[in-house]
């Protein structure tokens, strides 16, 4: 199962890559699709149980426990950062120089501190994981009412229907969205079970819990949207 989940943590990582080939390698769609909410809620997600991972990383006894949640989360908040970076770059934010300078910084800066915390003298009993865990429960939290909250305005347009020409979408939008959504929730599923046979850790256990439910709502909601009768429905973009 744990090389199950991590593949699966992989795949939903690469997500934006995928949704920018289902899109027929287009850029506008992929940016339209995967907006800043989207992206700063799963960077969130991944950045939350990186944080929590090094901070139970050592032990008094010298024990070692959870190399698979930093190693995994720490590929995927890179990964998002990097999305992140190439978003601006898209909008028009950035020029390229400003990309690969902000990018080595950013990766330099992250491979160190994640080396330095791996290596260094944190203690999962300490004061400072104490308040890493405190912060990392807040960004676990934050990052799944985060997709509850954007999914609100498309339920309203299922209501009030706005102009056609105001809403296009790509022909493949409503198989991306499940993805997406099924595949989140079943990410939040697996983390849950590794929290619980790794660590002895309870409030970090219940934001992992409470975020799997909120996830399965948001999946949920995002289904009546994407499922919604054709009557409802408006012409895709070509």
Known sequence: ?????CLHSLLSFCSPMII???????IAATDAFYGWVDLIASALSSLGWLLFALSQLHGEDGKVIGTT???????????????????????GYMVTRDCIWVLLS???????KVLVTVYGPLQRE???ALIISVVAFVLQILSQLIPLVTVCPLLLSMVY???IDQRPEHINSRKLT???R??????????????????EHDYFQLANDVGAALSFLSMILHLVYTLRPHNLDYPPAP
């Open 178 to 180: 499940v993805f997406s």
């Open 182 to 199: 099924v595949g989140s929730f079943g990410l939040s599923l697996f983390w849950v079970s590794y929290c619980s046979m790794t660590y």
């Open 20 to 26: 920018f080939w289902s899109t027929g390698r287009s």
């Open 69 to 91: 949640g930093v190693v995994v989360n720490a590929i995927g908040f890179a990964l998002y950062a990097a999305y992140l970076v190439a978003k601006l770059f898209v909008r």
């Open 1 to 5: 199962m744990l090389v199950i989940g």
């Open 126 to 128: 300490s004061k400072t």
């Open 161 to 163: 229907p706005p102009l």
């Open 106 to 112: 950013f990766f330099g800066s992250y491979v160190v």
